[in-house]
């Protein structure tokens, strides 16, 4: 089953600890984003990827980091997180660049306390 | 840069209303657009998308879109709504030849049964 896979589902953390919110597809897409859900902010774009070892940044990166060594993996990195990190985060996939058949992932509930 | 407005935050209707929820994007360019549902606790679905030919699109579930260019609109509709329609409605731009896909704030839609 083609999917977007994502983990931890939920995850509660202290302020400064380091976390990474893992994303792994199966499809072989070339594209891969994550994204933060805020209330009354809809989706917002952290980084964004187009290739292995290709990224570019979305347009909310601060305080976030990612790597792309394999294909079906784009893991989601917080150094040091704070507070307002605190969002639902989603990762997405996508054969090519336009989006057409994108799939997202079921997304990380992520709390900074 | 690509962006996307809805000015509907929450639209609460009975059921077996019209339904007919606002997108206005930003970009002079050819622009590929889609409409995406989430159902409480869930992920985002594909409703439907617009790349080229006819404006008026139709999607999943009874949805459908018209593409107005002069109007940089991209309206979504339902004839009558059902309860089960209750989610959150984002509208979202891809910029032709950009890698980007750009989502609106979103729109909560609350049916009255």
């Known amino acids: 089953e083609a999917q977007v896979t994502q983990n931890p589902r939920y995850l509660i953390t202290v302020t400064g600890k380091k976390l990474t919110v893992t994303c792994s597809q199966n499809m072989n897409h070339e594209y891969m984003s994550w994204y933060r859900q805020d209330p009354g902010l809809g989706l917002r774009q952290i980084y964004y990827s187009m290739n292995v070892e290709v990224t570019d940044k979305g347009d909310v990166p601060e305080g976030y980091k990612v790597s792309r060594k394999e294909k079906r993996n784009f893991p989601l990195i917080l150094e040091s997180p704070s507070p307002n990190q605190t969002s639902l985060y989603f990762c997405?996939?996508?054969?090519?660049?336009?989006?057409?058949?994108?799939?997202f992932g079921q997304g990380t509930r992520l709390t900074v306390v | 840069a690509q962006s996307v407005s809805q000015h509907n935050h929450h639209v609460i209707l009975s059921e077996a209303a019209s339904l007919e929820l606002g997108c206005n994007y930003s970009?002079?360019?050819?622009?590929?657009l889609f409409w995406y549902v989430q159902y409480p606790g869930q992920h985002l679905q594909l409703l439907l998308k617009?790349?080229?030919?006819?404006?008026l699109v139709k999607g999943i579930k009874g949805f459908e879109a018209e593409f107005i260019k002069s109007k940089f609109s991209f309206n979504l509709r339902k004839p009558s709504v059902q309860w089960s329609d209750t989610a959150e409605y984002f509208c979202a731009v891809n910029a032709f030849g950009n890698e980007k896909l750009t989502f609106g704030t979103g729109t909560r839609l609350t049916i009255i049964p």
């Open positions: 617009y790349f080229s030919g006819d404006p």
């Open positions: 997405a996939s996508s054969l090519s660049g336009n989006w057409a058949e994108a799939f």
């Open positions: 970009y002079g360019g050819t622009v590929n």
